[in-house]
């Protein structure tokens, strides 16, 4: 017996941004679903498991720059999610804006084999799955410099983010940090890693999930310059020794 899997909130929400959900994303968005959940049963994806749950908490969530950039299925864009994990925002983005020319990167191989198995799956093209640190593959090459747009939902502090970030991000893109808790105080100390790398403040989104009091925040960066070339330092820098200061991260 096929498992019925309420799709309303999910609907409404992109309704809500003036996007109709297809049969075929709504079939993918399931695929994802048990991917995620077969694939976490011998490895830690996410702590994140009942479908209504990763709806809210990953879908919505990632799908929440939709508010922030309405105007993202217009053109081909290419992005790049930093730190991506279990996909997220990328997958679903792909997903609803199939124009998107997507970049995952995460650190660890396991979870990039799973990245993979479903952009198989879903049948995702112009997307792709890399191994590999953001300090090595944005110091040179082809990724740096070379993005509309970076997104990440990565734990560190805003300072680190942005020396993650930045430097993929061409001349007039964006980075985009998710955050779960206000972060002014973070956007303080992070003030000057965003100018040094190029990066201007231009606007914060505030928002909470559907029915609930969960509160979430995209802070906007714009790349109004290039990178300095000595940025991003070596692996494990960025974190330890945030431009500015050592700064807690936010969870």
């Keep these: 017996m096929e498992k019925y899997y309420d799709m309303t909130s999910f609907q409404n929400f992109l309704r809500d941004c003036n996007v109709i959900l297809t049969s075929r994303q ?3 968005f399931i695929q994802y679903y048990e991917l995620l959940t077969e694939w976490n049963s011998f490895m830690n994806l996410t702590a ?3 479908f209504h749950d ?10 929440s720059l939709l508010k922030a950039f309405p105007d993202l299925g217009s053109r081909s864009y290419c992005l790049i999610d930093v730190g991506t994990g279990a996909g997220f925002p990328g997958i679903p983005l792909k997903i609803i804006f199939p124009g998107l020319k997507i970049t995952l990167l995460d650190s660890l191989n396991k979870r990039v084999d799973f990245l993979k198995e479903v952009i198989a799956v879903l049948e995702l093209h112009d997307i792709n799955a890399v191994h590999g640190r953001a300090e090595d593959n944005a110091r040179n090459g082809r990724m740096r410099e070379s993005f509309d747009f970076c997104v990440s ?3 560190a502090n805003l300072a680190t983010l942005a020396e993650y970030c930045l430097p993929f991000v061409k001349k007039d893109g964006y980075f985009i940090s998710y955050k779960s808790e206000k972060i002014m105080e973070e956007f303080e100390n992070a003030k000057k890693a965003i100018r040094v790398l190029g990066g201007k403040y231009e606007r914060r989104l505030d928002f909470y999930l559907p029915d609930s009091e969960i509160y979430r925040n995209l802070f906007i960066i714009k790349k109004e310059g290039q990178t300095p070339l000595r940025f991003p330092r070596k692996a494990g820098i960025p974190s330890k020794e945030p431009i ?3 700064q807690n991260g936010n969870k």
């Excluded at 990763?54 to 799908?63: P, W």
């Design 26 to 28: 709504e079939v993918q």
């Design 48 to 50: 994140i498991t009942e």
């Design 153 to 155: 939902r990565a734990v």
């Design 54 to 63: 990763v709806v809210r908490k990953h879908f919505i969530d990632s799908l």
């Design 244 to 246: 500015g200061g050592n």
